[in-house]
């Protein structure tokens, strides 16, 4: 069943757990996610990034996701990720997205309120959830080579999270604080004390970007101090690829629809794994 992301992660506080949200630019990665919450019987958020629109455009793979969505037996919420300008949001919105991410981090602090604040007006519109960020994390959604962590004076600072929620009134909050998009080359060194600080001073749900890759020990933390949604994608796309490689070692393959369903499978194992982390499983 389609639903907007408060409605998941309300869910996902009373629980003291977070939601898992995927990056879904293809049928195989919808499939794999949808399929694995179905088989847990947890609720999901399925993401389309518009770093992905240069090759899966938001209007032909968002009308599969919101299909996938509403014919799920589980919650599901499909969810715009790193929105970066407000006609890209709008257009999320028209196409029936229940949850919307703009993303301004990279602005002044003042224009990031300016266009979020539009976001939070566009969205009342569509009866849609809103998420933001403030903090710059390293990476990119496609795979970062910078992955290797940000610099502690880009994190998110609690006070100005604090003055930014009240000031825009989103749904959720993306916070920096160690974590990067993309592929890590070393092992994430996450500050939970600013999370801790972030949660004492803000009363909405926290995000984590950049969640492929972080240690089991370290999400269980990271959820303990607030986080209630987790984003994942490279790790669980990864999976897909290596799947292929092997079958394409071991025998000659005629049909692609053999790797289609190979890569398939090996993200919903990806994903399963990730999702008993979350959930608490």
Same mark, same amino acid.
């Given at each position: 069943?389609?639903?907007?992301?408060?409605?998941?992660?309300?869910?996902? +506080?009373?629980? *003291?757990?977070?939601?898992?949200?995927?990056?879904?630019?293809?049928?195989?990665?919808?499939?794999?996610?949808? +399929?694995?919450?179905?088989?847990? *019987?947890?609720?999901?958020? $399925?993401?389309?990034?518009?770093?992905?629109?240069?090759?899966?455009?938001?209007?032909?793979?968002?009308?599969?996701? !919101?299909?996938?969505?509403? /014919?799920?037996?589980?919650?599901?919420? %499909?969810?715009?990720?790193?929105?970066?300008? !407000? +006609? @890209?949001?709008?257009? &999320?919105?028209?196409?029936?997205? /229940?949850?919307?991410?703009?993303?301004?981090?990279? !602005?002044? @602090?003042?224009?990031?309120?300016?266009?979020?604040?539009? /976001?939070?007006?566009?969205?009342?519109?569509?009866? &849609?959830? %809103?998420?933001?960020?403030?903090?710059?994390? #390293?990476?990119?959604?496609?795979? #970062?080579?910078?992955?290797?962590?940000? %610099?502690?004076?880009? @994190?998110?600072?609690? +006070?100005?999270?604090?003055?930014? %929620?009240?000031?825009?009134?989103?749904?959720?909050?993306?916070?920096?604080? #160690?974590?990067?998009? *993309?592929?890590?080359?070393?092992?994430?060194?996450?500050?939970?004390?600013? $999370?801790?600080? $972030?949660?004492?001073?803000?009363?909405?749900?926290?995000?984590?970007? #950049? *969640?492929?890759?972080?240690?089991?020990?370290?999400? /269980?933390?990271?959820?303990?101090?607030?986080?209630?949604?987790?984003?994942?994608?490279?790790?669980?796309?990864?999976?897909?690829?290596?799947?292929?490689?092997? =079958?394409?070692? =071991?025998? =000659?393959?005629?049909?692609?629809?053999?790797?289609?369903?190979?890569?398939?499978?090996?993200?919903?194992?990806?994903?399963?794994?990730?999702? =008993?982390?979350? @959930?608490?499983?």
């Amino acid at each position: 069943m389609l639903v907007p992301m408060t409605d998941i992660l309300e869910a996902a +506080e009373e629980k *003291g757990c977070a939601a898992g949200s995927f990056n879904t630019p293809n049928l195989e990665c919808i499939m794999a996610v949808v +399929e694995t919450a179905e088989q847990l *019987g947890v609720p999901v958020i $399925i993401s389309h990034a518009q770093l992905h629109e240069s090759f899966m455009p938001i209007g032909k793979i968002g009308p599969v996701m !919101l299909h996938f969505a509403k /014919t799920a037996s589980v919650p599901v919420c %499909v969810h715009l990720d790193h929105g970066e300008d !407000l +006609e @890209y949001v709008e257009q &999320a919105l028209k196409l029936g997205f /229940t949850s919307v991410m703009y993303d301004g981090s990279l !602005l002044s @602090y003042e224009e990031n309120v300016r266009n979020t604040v539009e /976001t939070v007006r566009l969205a009342k519109r569509f009866h &849609a959830s %809103v998420e933001a960020e403030l903090g710059i994390l #390293g990476g990119r959604e496609a795979g #970062g080579s910078d992955a290797g962590g940000p %610099v502690e004076d880009l @994190y998110t600072d609690p +006070e100005l999270a604090d003055r930014f %929620v009240k000031e825009t009134g989103i749904d959720a909050l993306a916070a920096s604080f #160690g974590t990067a998009h *993309g592929f890590y080359k070393v092992k994430p060194q996450l500050d939970f004390a600013r $999370i801790a600080a $972030i949660r004492s001073l803000v009363h909405i749900p926290l995000v984590m970007h #950049g *969640g492929s890759g972080v240690s089991p020990e370290d999400y /269980t933390t990271a959820i303990g101090q607030g986080i209630r949604k987790i984003n994942y994608y490279s790790y669980m796309a990864r999976a897909g690829v290596h799947s292929v490689e092997e =079958r394409l070692r =071991r025998e =000659r393959v005629d049909f692609f629809h053999d790797l289609s369903i190979a890569a398939t499978e090996a993200m919903k194992q990806d994903v399963e794994k990730a999702m =008993r982390v979350f @959930y608490k499983l």
